[in-house]
């Protein structure tokens, strides 16, 4: 199963005021594992970067302004994208960006041009754990996630912290090393310690009744005379 997290930086918060992205980043998850293959651009946006949203990505158009367009890494997006499942952490607004850059290339939708499924995990954060906070900041605080260097928005950075917190959301579990391809020893020795300290007040104890009793006999008498056969 492959997946892609994505996630852009924009010029600006609203489409309708004519804002643009100006960077994205794509994290690959196979089979539930980030694969280490990634796509990221940095875009020329064609127009001047909010103050607002400078400050929170870092970016101006006079450090984009000799980076490729849209138009110019577009294919190069969809192409890495595929028809695959895409995960996106408040998907309205990133794909409103997207929509619109292909809208002016004369293209379908972003969902219609690769044919994918989206999932927004926003949405799920906020059904999952409802009335607490949802943004990505405190999702990787929810999970453990280290997202020390976020200063800073980044759409590979983020992208890749994202993966990180689907991939917890639906695991069951609340703590996931990303480093290490397997936690079976980790989790081996947690589940003997827990074992260990068990009290006998702790342990319920079923005993079989006299039916059942019965019926086991009766069991191994069966096998028993069926492999003296």
Known sequence: ???????????????????????????????????????????????????GAQATHGYTWKMLKGSPLF?????????????????????EFDLGFLDAELKRMQRLIFKKEVGCRVIDTLRMARKKHRGQPASLNALCDRYGIDRSDRQLHGALKDANLLAKVYLAMTSGQTNISFDEPSNIDTLNTTVADAVENLSAEDLKVIEATAEELD???????????????
Request: proline fraction near 1%; charged fraction near 30%; include cysteine.
């Open 71 to 91: 138009a110019d890494i577009c294919d190069d997006l969809l192409s890495f994208v595929g028809s695959d499942e895409v995960v996106i952490h408040n998907a």
């Open 1 to 51: 199963m492959r997946q892609i997290a994505l996630d852009t930086e924009t010029t600006g918060l609203e489409v309708k005021d004519g804002h643009r992205i100006l960077e994205i980043g794509c994290v690959e998850i196979i089979n539930r594992t980030i694969s280490g293959q990634t796509f990221h651009a940095k875009i020329n946006p064609e127009r001047e970067v909010d103050k």
């Open 215 to 229: 019926r086991h006999e009766k069991f191994i008498a069966s096998m028993n005379a069926a492999r003296e056969k």
